[in-house]
Each structure stands twice: as C-alpha cells, then as structure tokens.
C-alpha cells in the first residue's frame, strides 16, 4: 500500500531555532499533503494544506510565517518551525491522500523545543 | 461548521465483551466517514469508511444520516484491540483534509 515517509521521528532544538520536518509520498504522487498537530491526549488539529507548486493554505490560527511549507514536487512537502519556542513543541503529523482512496499518514516528528 | 464528537475519551471492556465507540458528526453536507486505529507507538491506520461497507479486523460501522453518527463496533473484544479509535469525516468536495474527534482509548482487560 501507500506509504508516507517523515523524518526526523524525534527532533530537539533550542529556542530561537529552526527546525524543517519532511514528508515524503514514497509510492505514489500526492498533490496535495496535510500537516496536523497533536499535543497529548489530544486529537490531530489541522494545521495547513499544503499545495505541489502554489501557496499552502493555512487554518484559521495558525501563523504561516512561523510554519512555514514548501511542496516543491509530487512527492515531497516540508514544514520549518521557525524561531521555535517551548510552546511549539508537540507532536507533528504529515498526511497524503490517494485521491479518491484514503488517506496515508506519516508516522509523525515529535518536536521539543528546550 | 464541521465537527466530529467522541464523548469518551476512555473505554474499557473485558476479553470477548462487545464493544462499541461512539462517534456524532456535523457536517452540512454529505461527508466520508472514516474510523482510524492507532496502535502504540505506530502510525494512524485507516480501519474502515463507510462508503466501501466492509468489516475490518471484526470491525463494522454504519453512517446513520438521521441520527448523524457513525459508531464502531466489534461483537467480541480482543486483547490486540487495545489502541487510540479516532472518527473523522471529510466533505465531499475532493482533495479536503480529514477533519478529526478527539479519539477514544479502547482497553481490553483480559
């Protein structure tokens, strides 16, 4: 079946820094990914989707110039925490989807910011 | 506005008990409904959607448009069960992004 790529799985950074998390279709081409966020014992909110070759499309709330994405081909998209805080450190989760099939998850970057 | 309930955040049942996870939806439209499993320690999976009507792991979910919800159930519990339910539902509009309940921690005591 379908699978999702993201890495890194676990990634610590200092405050002020930058982080780039990947996500990678690897069997298939996938137009359009989505970023979710998931603090524990949470649900995945929805961050942004993110387009091959245009502008992602932000959820209402979260700032595109801190997060941002570049879906640069068909099979890989990028999400950079920029001048990342404690307060951004969560658990992030890329997904793909088939088309008309369902969706392909990424097996998630947990992210903490020290 | 779309939006996914699942009132318990917690459920525990005993080996070969049934069991069922609840899910209400709102959504304008027509929407997909999905149910994901997530397993400790790995990524979500894609158990079963109400358009293809198939039985997964035991598993089976009927959309109830009048009473807008989605329940999963399984008639007989097992151990392997144990994982993170989540219900989500798309619109029917193409590519839109799954919009998610805040998931139910299935516990199968043996």
């Known amino acids: 079946g379908a699978v999702v790529s993201q890495h890194p799985s676990w990634v610590i950074c200092k405050s002020g820094t930058s982080v780039k998390i990947e996500c990678r279709s690897l069997?298939?081409?996938?137009?359009?990914m989505f970023w979710y966020r998931q603090f524990p014992k949470q649900s995945l909110m929805l961050m942004a989707t993110?387009?091959?070759?245009?502008?992602?499309?932000?959820e209402q709330g979260v700032e595109k110039d801190k997060f941002l994405i570049n879906h640069a081909s068909l099979t890989l998209s990028t999400l950079t925490v920029t001048s990342a805080h404690p307060e951004d450190s969560s658990f992030y989760i890329c997904?793909?989807?088939?088309?008309?099939?369902?969706?392909?998850f990424g097996s998630g970057t947990r992210l903490t910011v020290v | 506005a779309q939006r996914v309930t699942q009132p318990e955040k917690l459920l525990s049942v005993f080996k070969g008990a049934p069991v069922e996870l609840k899910c209400n939806y709102s959504?304008?439209?027509?929407?997909?409904l999905f149910w994901y499993v997530q397993y400790s320690r790995q990524r979500l999976q894609l158990l079963l959607r109400?358009?293809s009507r198939e039985s997964i792991k035991g598993f089976t979910a009927d959309l109830n448009k009048g009473e807008t919800s989605f329940h999963l159930k399984k008639p007989f519990a097992q151990e392997e069960d144990s994982a993170m339910y989540y219900c989500?539902?798309?619109?029917?509009?193409?590519?839109?992004?799954?919009?998610f309940g805040k998931g139910t921690r299935l516990s199968v005591i043996a």
């Open positions: 997904s793909a989807s088939e088309g008309t099939d369902g969706y392909t």
């Open positions: 069997d298939f081409q996938a137009t359009t």
């Open positions: 993110s387009n091959e070759g245009s502008k992602a499309t932000y």
């Open positions: 959504y304008s439209g027509s929407p997909e």
């Open positions: 109400h358009i």
């Open positions: 989500a539902l798309r619109g029917y509009s193409g590519n839109t992004p799954l919009v």
